[in-house]
């Protein structure tokens, strides 16, 4: 399998979208973070973006558990 590499500009761009469609479907935007120093760089740029940040909605999650819910989607192909 091969696995691809985004930017970080790339994954920002993208979750600018993903609010922006959100925002105007649903009237808000939930989105789970994550942890640690990996995210950062994402947090710092999505931190510039030009969003409705009354709503945007922010979660917390551990990433062992993201990876075990990851481990039992791919288990249940």
Known sequence: MMIKEFSVDEIVKDLIQIANESIEK??????????GNTPIKIYKKLADANLDWSRVHFFGVMSVACQWMMLAIIMDR
């Open 26 to 35: 649903r009237g808000r935007f939930l989105i789970s973070l994550a942890g």
